[in-house]
């Protein structure tokens, strides 16, 4: 039996994904404590109902610092993983979203993988200068860059940013291919860029839809577009010609497995002409989190969603190994999967991920000096 873990005080806040900033870092030795009053105070609020928690709470807000990184590319060496490189125009994501993998990140910062990462963001405004100069440099072999494999490209505050935009204008002036993959209706923002590099076979975007209860959707991810505006997004899209395929994950077991065949047909009625789906993974300081969020929100099936979990993994909350953290095993699984190629199938969404162009790629407008060949 695997060992209980053991959560500090929750602190839940309104608009935000993680229950609390979760067990010490690994990359430090601070410990976060709240003081004798404050617990006092929590305590005579449960007796007047949950309501009353948010009275003790300061308010939680997004504070955002600047970095400037050296490179704009990260380079992928994953063997199962199907892109080379990627660009993330910012660190962390207010999107909250409880199963993100990506959350473990956060703790090579010194700040936990919980709230912290939701609410304390590092952007990178000088991404597009680095990468157009990433682009130019003699010997750089063209090939799809993604957006969105590690945080949003659009949360919130790419509004004000706009560093997505900044690193997409370059690429389409260079005629570079790229693949976005999104849980935001800001997307539409650049469908002007996006639909013009579409045209040429240069751009393709992935939405992600976990469910189409706005319940649920403010529960798991509380801060990203709303379950309509997401597919209003793919119609949009689809709309300016753009391919768009879904993205049915994370599938949790006993939360949103049931909507498996809805969102499918949902995202056929919008345009979409390909999906993919994957089981929820808790890498690292994940699990933890994502325990104490079913305790905190589903108390009644937490146990039922880790048993089907752990039968997919070996007994183990996650399964790190490469070729086999994407493939969960079991009779549920197989369940899973095959309840999503039959409804994908029944809709015509057997589209795999599009080869975008690379032939087009022209490196030297990107520079006042030609290209030696």
């Known amino acids: 039996m695997a060992q209980a873990h053991q959560f500090p005080p929750a602190t839940l806040r309104k608009g935000r994904g993680a229950v609390s900033n979760g067990l010490s870092q690994r990359f430090d030795h601070i410990e976060r404590e709240m003081d004798g009053d404050f617990l006092d105070a929590e305590a005579a609020a449960a007796e007047q109902g949950a309501d009353a928690y948010a009275d003790f709470r300061p308010p939680l807000r997004t504070q955002v610092r600047e970095e400037s990184p050296r490179t704009a590319i990260t380079r992928n060496q994953s063997p199962d993983v199907p892109f080379d490189r990627s660009i993330n125009a910012y660190r962390g994501c207010e999107h909250g979203c409880i199963y993100c993998f990506a959350r473990p990140t956060h703790a090579y910062l010194g700040l936990s993988p919980g709230q912290d990462f939701e609410t304390k963001l590092t952007a990178k405004p000088s991404t597009p200068a680095l990468l157009r100069r990433e682009l130019a440099r003699t010997g750089y072999a063209c090939r799809p860059i993604a957006l969105g494999t590690n945080t949003d490209p659009y949360q919130p505050i790419e509004d004000r940013y706009r560093i997505t ?60 577009s709303s379950p309509g505006r997401r597919l209003h997004a793919m119609r949009e899209l689809t709309a300016a010609g753009i391919p768009v395929h879904v993205s049915v994950s994370p599938v949790i077991p006993a939360i949103n497995d049931h909507e498996i065949e809805a969102i499918v047909d949902a995202a056929a009625d919008a345009g979409a002409i390909g999906g993919f789906s994957i089981v929820v993974r808790l890498p690292h300081e994940v699990s933890p989190i994502f325990r104490e969020w079913l305790q905190t929100h589903y108390p009644d099936r937490a146990a039922r969603v880790m048993n089907h979990l752990q039968g997919m993994r070996g007994g183990k909350d996650n399964e790190a190994r490469f070729f086999e953290r994407y493939k969960p095993k079991g009779a549920y699984a197989a369940a899973l999967q095959t309840r999503f190629q039959k409804a994908k199938e029944r809709r015509g969404l057997d589209r795999t991920r599009l080869d975008l162009r690379t032939d087009l790629f022209d490196p030297s407008v990107l520079t006042d000096q030609p290209r030696l060949l």
Do not use: F
């Not at 002036?173 to 993959?181: A, F, G, L, R, Y």
């Not at 860029?193 to 992600?208: D, E, F, N, Y």
């Open 165 to 224: 935009r900044g690193i997409l204008s370059v690429l389409e002036e260079c005629s570079h291919p790229v693949t976005i993959t999104t849980k935001s209706a800001r997307v539409l923002d650049d469908v002007d860029i996006l639909a013009r590099m579409a045209q040429r076979g240069l751009a393709a975007v992935m939405l992600s839809v976990t469910t189409l209860d706005a319940e649920t959707a403010r529960t798991m991810e509380p801060r990203a």
